[in-house]
């Protein structure tokens, strides 16, 4: 295939694929919990660290990360403690990190506004052989927490006062929560873009939800529907040469527009098969001719 014969695409390709499996991974929880904008405020704050990066010249994708992880211990703490007044510090936390950023990029000496796009909108082009390696490190780390702690994570993000009750430590849960969608931010800009990837976050989950009835389902879908339009998108981008992170989110926004129509007829024919099973005998009562369990059996 053409699209595989170009390293830089095949790298794009490589990233796109992590990028749809980690961003609904852990956008599950976010959904859950009803915080589905906290990956947009995070991506506001990462364009700080990667100003950084370029001031002080180093990658930044793990400028980005780190910035990324101060700022969303710092949006939960303002969550937990900043009662009335934390929306306001949230609002000045998210627009100063944006404002960080823009400055700090165009004071460095190898920041320019090309630079600065690329990270705000992804771009294929950009993704390096280092940035491939911080990907890959940051993705497997996401994957390690969002599965490997689905139990306890669901528990906090489904009802908290019940997970304290049952000794979970809510308040370590809530910070690595917001810390793995930090990272989980730094993974996906340079595919999707900083100011995008909150919907390649939240859409897979709300799409997959229009037809599953369980947890395990609904993560397999959505981690299913991230790596479809994912992919697709960045190939889309490839051939017809638009935006990848743009088309990536209008494919995953038509899945959910296709599944929230096929919700109506399923959950019409689930009814049906309700209704039917209510109508049947309950186990274990007598119908005329039926022999019950055991009448044959002599001792």
């Given at each position: 295939?053409e699209?595989?014969?170009t390293?830089?695409?095949?790298?794009?390709?490589?990233?796109?694929?992590l990028?749809?499996?980690?961003?609904?991974?852990?956008?599950?929880?976010?959904?859950?919990?009803?915080?589905?904008?906290?990956?947009?405020?995070?991506g506001?704050?990462a364009?700080t660290?990667v100003?950084?990066g370029?001031?002080?010249?180093t990658?930044?994708?793990?400028m980005a990360?780190l910035?990324?992880?101060?700022g969303?211990?710092?949006m939960e703490?303002?969550?937990?403690?900043?009662?009335?007044?934390?929306?306001i510090?949230?609002?000045?936390?998210?627009?100063g990190g944006?404002?960080?950023g823009?400055?700090?990029?165009?004071?460095?000496d190898?920041?320019?506004?090309?630079?600065l796009?690329?990270f705000?909108?992804?771009?294929?082009?950009?993704?390096?052989?280092?940035d491939?390696?911080?990907?890959?490190?940051?993705?497997a780390l996401?994957?390690l927490?969002?599965v490997g702690?689905?139990?306890?994570?669901?528990?906090?993000?489904q009802?908290?006062d019940?997970?304290?009750?049952?000794?979970?430590?809510?308040?370590?849960?809530?910070?690595?929560?917001?810390?793995?969608?930090?990272v989980?931010?730094?993974?996906?800009?340079?595919?999707v873009?900083?100011?995008?990837?909150?919907a390649?976050?939240?859409?897979?989950v709300?799409?997959a939800?229009?037809?599953?009835?369980?947890?395990?389902?609904?993560?397999?879908l959505?981690?299913?529907i991230?790596v479809?339009v994912?992919v697709?998108?960045?190939?889309?981008s490839?051939?017809?040469?638009?935006?990848?992170?743009?088309?990536?989110?209008?494919?995953?926004?038509?899945?959910?527009?296709?599944l929230?129509?096929?919700?109506?007829?399923?959950?019409?024919?689930?009814?049906?098969?309700?209704?039917?099973?209510?109508?049947?005998?309950e186990?274990g009562?007598?119908?005329?001719?039926?022999?019950q369990p055991?009448?044959?059996v002599?001792?």
């Open positions: 295939m699209i595989l014969e390293a830089f695409m095949q790298r794009a390709l490589i990233a796109a694929l990028v749809g499996i980690t961003a609904p991974a852990i956008g599950i929880y976010l959904v859950q919990r009803r915080q589905a904008l906290l990956g947009d405020g995070i506001h704050v364009m660290g100003g950084l370029f001031l002080l010249s990658n930044p994708i793990w990360t910035v990324s992880i101060i969303a211990i710092a703490l303002i969550r937990t403690y900043g009662k009335t007044r934390g929306d510090a949230l609002a000045m936390l998210f627009y944006m404002a960080g823009v400055l700090l990029i165009n004071l460095s190898t920041g320019s506004t090309a630079n796009s690329s705000l909108f992804g771009s294929l082009s950009t993704v390096s052989d280092a491939l390696t911080a990907i890959a490190a940051l993705a996401v994957m927490v969002s702690l689905r139990r306890q994570l669901f528990a906090v993000s009802d908290e019940f997970a304290r009750v049952t000794g979970l430590p809510v308040r370590a849960l809530n910070l690595l929560i917001a810390v793995t969608a930090a989980t931010v730094s993974v996906a800009m340079r595919v873009g900083l100011l995008l990837v909150s390649l976050m939240v859409v897979p709300a799409a939800q229009q037809i599953t009835r369980s947890f395990k389902a609904t993560f397999a959505a981690v299913g991230g479809t994912a697709a998108g960045t190939s889309t490839y051939y017809q040469d638009v935006p990848p992170g743009a088309t990536i989110v209008l494919l995953a926004i038509a899945v959910f527009i296709a929230t129509a096929l919700a109506t007829p399923l959950a019409r024919r689930r009814a049906r098969a309700a209704e039917a099973d209510m109508d049947r005998p186990c009562s007598e119908l005329p001719g039926m022999r055991g009448g044959d002599r001792v």
